[in-house]
């Protein structure tokens, strides 16, 4: 069911957006070659708790981990581990947190000191592709939109879209209706009103869109094993377009 929220709803939702935000900013500064991902996933932890809120993926569906870490081929859901950050690199957090009872969820994908030509390109447009998502959001239109702006600016600049994998309602529960994939056919798919609160977030891949799962059943990844993107915000539905509750 997609529920509205209330104005005092929408003030915790801020608050738990600006958590995020400032948990993101805060991790990348240690984002260096060195740094194991343990060391990242630690350092998220004591900083949401710092700030009166408490991390939303910790144990959600068994996840053994309190943001999950990405790297590379890895599209989503890496499990923090000793895994060593190299220049190079590429490496997604996807953090959440809890303000009494409501969440904010963002992912961001950031350098590991100088990466490759290819690999700039694809943080650039998987950026960009986010921000052609958000331009459909506003009341009146629907959730067919925002995909469809996400797979034609992929489509145009040759990236794969991860379909199997999809945005979400964001509320009391970090995984709320409706789904909002990064496809979709225009004026198609559930209406937006004002007062919803959605997290966009294209996962693009230098290569094929075809993904797979690894044997710790959690870490999805590329099926060429190519480099993967994910950029994604919360963001509420405003009279007259959206509000990013997730800025970093």
């Known amino acids: ?8 709803e929408i003030k915790l939702m801020r608050k738990a957006g600006e958590i995020v935000g400032l948990t993101h900013h805060y991790l990348e500064n240690y984002i260096k070659p060195g740094i194991t991902t343990k060391k990242l996933n630690d350092l998220a932890r004591k900083f949401i708790l710092d700030h009166d809120a408490t991390p939303s993926f910790e144990g959600l569906y068994g996840f053994p981990g309190t943001i999950c870490i990405s790297i590379n081929e890895e599209v989503v859901h890496g499990i923090p581990s000793k895994r060593k950050l190299k220049e190079g690199d590429i490496i997604t957090l996807d953090i959440g947190a809890c303000y009494k009872g409501y969440h904010g969820d963002s992912a961001w994908t950031y350098k590991v000191g100088k990466v490759s030509s290819d690999k700039e390109y694809l943080l650039e447009h998987t950026e960009k592709a986010l921000y052609e998502g958000l331009k459909a959001v506003k009341p009146g239109n629907r959730i067919g939109d925002i995909g469809y702006n996400v797979s034609a600016y992929a489509s145009k600049h040759n990236l794969g879209v991860v379909r199997e994998l999809v945005g979400h309602g964001v509320g009391s529960s970090v995984h709320e209706d409706p789904d909002v994939p990064n496809y979709g056919r225009q004026h198609t798919g559930p209406l937006l009103e004002e007062g919803m609160v959605i997290a966009i977030e294209p996962m693009l891949n230098l290569g094929t869109s075809e ?23 919360t963001v509420l539905v405003t009279k ?5 509750l997730t800025k970093r």
């Open 211 to 233: 993904i797979y799962m690894l044997n710790d059943d959690w870490t999805i990844v590329t099926a060429d094993n190519k480099p993967s993107a994910h950029f994604e915000h």
């Open 240 to 244: 007259h377009g959206y509000e990013i």
């Open 1 to 8: 069911m997609i529920t509205i929220k209330t104005e005092e």
